[in-house]
């Protein structure tokens, strides 16, 4: 999704990658004349992100959705953007990363490296989250800068999927990071457990607070 492209996770049995988003855009995408989007380039990125998502899955030949839910498919839902939920955290790299395998929702593993931990401040309380970079795609050239930050909060299986989200992030150049949780999204198998496997948020990426951002979800689908 930024959404660099929502990232797979693979229709191949069990072959599992991260989602992304591809940048592409629904409605002849929203060229605004407003002011007030030209003037603020982050409202206007986060409108592309919901764009570009909804776009993903009215296409055929891109969207996770099966049968009905496709034909039925309008667009997502989305919480009103705030930007509270973009944030600037502070970033610590991992400096000697060690491979795990991150668990799936298929019974499977796909191998992960702890890339580093971002530090922010919400509502005047403090949280860190760990990033991960799948051992997979940093071999290749397109997707060697892609990181991957699952998490859970306090909306899940209420307006958001139960499994948590997922956001796509790339590898910051110095030591900060900016989250922006309007741009976080469900995973495929929130929409089609039948052909795609997910990686289970880690215990540590589970926030106590709401994070009313980002894709919300409704439970409507076969899976």
């Known amino acids: 999704m930024k959404k660099i492209i929502l990232f797979l996770f693979a229709i191949l049995p069990f072959f599992v990658f991260p989602q992304k988003k591809k940048l592409s855009s629904i409605k002849k995408y929203r060229v605004k004349t407003d002011l007030r989007t030209i003037s603020d380039p ?23 959705l099966r049968d009905d839910n496709f034909k039925n498919f309008k667009a997502h839902p989305f919480f009103p953007i705030d930007l509270k939920y973009r944030v600037t ?10 491979p795990f395998d991150l668990p799936t ?14 530090t922010f401040s919400l509502d005047g309380k403090s949280y860190t989250l760990t990033i991960y970079q799948s051992l997979d795609l940093m071999k290749m050239e397109k ?8 998490f859970r909060d306090e909306t899940n299986q209420k307006e958001t999927y139960g499994g948590g989200k997922y956001m796509d992030l790339k590898i910051p150049k110095g030591n900060t990071i900016v989250l922006d949780f309007n741009q ?24 106590p607070i709401e994070i009313k951002a980002g894709v919300m979800y409704n439970d409507i689908y076969h899976h």
């Open 42 to 64: 982050v409202k206007f990125e986060i409108e592309k992100f919901q764009d570009d998502l909804n776009k993903e899955y009215l296409n055929p030949k891109e969207t996770p």
């Open 143 to 150: 997707y060697k800068d892609h990181l991957f930050l699952p």
């Open 89 to 98: 955290a502070d970033f610590v790299k991992n400096e000697n990363p060690e």
């Open 184 to 207: 976080s999204y469900q995973p495929f198998c929130a929409y089609n457990a039948y052909d795609y496997s997910c990686p289970i948020v880690p215990e540590e990426n589970k926030l």
């Open 105 to 118: 929702s298929s019974g499977k593993t796909k191998s992960y490296q702890e890339y580093g931990k971002a």
